[in-house]
């Protein structure tokens, strides 16, 4: 089975500056999804990005970018710019690609703090 | 842009009581999913729904949960019996539409659950 984990149980940033977030995974798989998913205080989970394993470009939105590893089995989330907005928990996820309509497996999530 | 709606947002019930969580996904997609989330842990995939039927379900979608999609747009999780320790955050998710992201599952707003 796979599972993720996020190793950063809480990180604090600057407003402005720039941040990483950890995750690995483990996996048998050559074929996969990674997400990072943001949930607020709302408790709702807001897609932040995503990465396809056959890609080797990392994958970018905006302020977002990712450092994807495969060998490492390593896929971390860079935020740069820091906003007051972007604090919240921060949840990567595992999905295989073997069929469609595969459960998301996540981490344990990183709290992320942004100070003014 | 689209998104996945559910029912209630708070719903706090007796121990013992059925409780019927709903989800309206997105339209055009095909997979349906329910996670869940106690408070302070992991999110946790409970099942997901294809064609009419169960296509996985978790160690946790016993006996006591089940899951219908009454028409073409609503997606329900009923809990016959509920317990102290079924109290939650309860998620829908979907995807499988024909777009470019449909591999990505999109997470509704949640329905927060309180078993008394």
């Known amino acids: 089975a796979q599972t993720v984990t996020q190793s950063q149980p809480e990180m604090s940033v600057q407003e402005a500056e720039t941040v990483t977030l950890s995750c690995t995974y483990d996996?048998?798989?050559?074929?996969?999804?990674l997400f990072w998913y943001k949930q607020p205080p709302s408790r709702q989970m807001i897609l932040v990005i995503r990465?396809?394993?056959?890609?080797?470009q990392n994958a970018t939105e905006n302020r977002f970018s990712v450092n994807f590893q495969k060998a490492a089995k390593s896929f971390s989330l860079k935020i740069s710019d820091s906003q007051l907005g972007d604090a919240a928990m921060y949840f990567c996820?595992?999905?295989?690609?073997?069929?469609?309509?595969?459960?998301?497996?996540f981490g344990a999530g990183t709290i992320l703090r942004v100070k003014s | 842009e689209p998104e996945v709606t559910q029912t209630p947002s708070h719903q706090v019930t007796q121990m013992g009581q059925e409780v019927i969580l709903r989800c309206v996904p997105i339209s055009n997609h095909l997979y349906f999913y329910w996670y869940r989330q106690i408070l302070g842990q992991k999110v946790e995939f409970l099942v997901s729904?294809?064609?009419?039927?169960?296509?996985?379900k978790s160690e946790i979608f016993d006996d006591q949960f089940s899951v219908e999609r009454p028409d073409g747009s609503n997606f329900t999780l009923k809990i016959r019996s509920t317990k102290l320790e079924d109290s939650a955050m309860y998620f829908c998710?979907?995807?499988?539409?024909?777009?470019?992201?449909?591999?990505?599952?999109?997470f509704g707003p949640g329905t927060r659950l309180l078993v008394l």
């Open positions: 998710a979907s995807s499988g539409g024909h777009t470019y992201r449909r591999e990505t599952q999109y």
């Open positions: 996996t048998s798989e050559s074929d996969y999804y």
């Open positions: 990465q396809e394993a056959y890609k080797q």
């Open positions: 996820a595992y999905r295989s690609a073997a069929e469609y309509g595969n459960k998301l497996v």
């Open positions: 729904f294809y064609n009419n039927e169960i296509s996985e």
